[in-house]
């Protein structure tokens, strides 16, 4: 038995729809769509065969309605939450684009300054990532993490948002991580910058925002190394101008003409 978690679904997107995509990969024993209050759902998809675990999770980044898809590997004993603010909003443009990008090399000094030395020194692409990353406080509680993320896409390309803070208070603050160092620092340029009607606290980010585990495509570059190991068994594919990693040949056809199907059941 084998289970992967599906997170960031659109609400467009039913549980017959997920079924249909998922048993592409092969059978699937068990689907459960939870629906909450939000802007996401999250789902949980059970396959007769654990050898159908890996393929799945290559179906991350794939865009369904107005969201991409996040599919990680869950033990069926670990414990689900239901926090539709548990993973990020990912941009999956810009998360593809991190994932064909080589290692950096050494940070300037200017901005590893403002990196904690206990990172700096210890984890490289961690530290990256912060260099890449904002703090946004004073956050207008009605404001979703999409039109955070089409706020500060005025700047250049938006990686990841991640959403935090009690969403029953006036206020949130969230973390943008951005594709380059040079979109953060005009980032920066925003604090004070008005919101609906909230003027924004913009600050260097002293954290990385966690992403997803065991989806390599959407980890950046943490992720490459990993993805190099499964290459052979994907095939990169450019749909709608974004790239996304589907299953080798002789199912890519099937695959890509069910994703299309889907859409047009969307309206997209």
């Not at 159908?52 to 990680?72: I, M």
């Not at 991190?98 to 210890?122: D, F, G, K, Q, Y």
């Not at 943008?176 to 606290?201: H, I, P, S, T, Y």
Request: contains cysteine; aromatic residues 4%.
């Amino acid at each position: 038995m084998a289970v992967v978690k599906v997170s960031n679904v659109s609400r467009l997107v039913t549980e017959e729809i997920l079924h249909q995509l998922f048993s592409l990969i092969g059978p699937v024993s068990r689907l459960t769509l939870q629906t909450e209050s939000g802007d996401s759902q999250d789902a949980t998809v059970e396959f007769a065969d654990p050898a159908s675990t890996a393929p799945a999770l290559h179906l991350s980044g794939v865009e369904l309605g107005d969201r991409a898809l996040y599919v990680t590997e869950e033990s069926p004993q670990q414990p689900r939450t239901s926090s539709i603010h548990a993973l990020p909003l990912a941009n999956a443009a810009a998360v593809a684009q991190l994932a064909r990008r080589p290692p950096h090399a050494p940070l300037p000094a200017s901005i590893a300054a403002h990196i904690p030395p206990s990172i700096l020194h210890t984890d490289p692409v961690k530290a990256e990532e912060i260099s890449r990353t904002i703090y946004v406080g004073n956050i207008p509680c009605m404001v979703g993490d999409q039109e955070l993320m089409d706020f500060f896409s005025a700047c250049g390309p938006v990686a990841y948002v991640k959403m935090a803070g009690d969403g029953v208070q006036p206020t949130r603050f969230a973390f943008v991580e951005f594709v380059d160092v040079d979109v953060a620092l005009r980032a920066l340029q925003m604090n004070g910058a008005v919101l609906r009607d909230r003027a924004l606290k913009v600050n260097r980010s002293k954290n990385a925002i966690n992403k997803p585990g065991g989806a390599p495509a959407l980890l950046g570059l943490a992720g490459a190394a990993t993805m190099a190991k499964v290459q052979p068994m994907v095939t990169g594919v450019r749909q709608a101008g974004v790239a996304w990693p589907v299953l080798g040949n002789q199912q890519h056809d099937e695959l890509e003409l069910k994703i299309n199907q889907i859409r047009d059941e969307l309206e997209l």
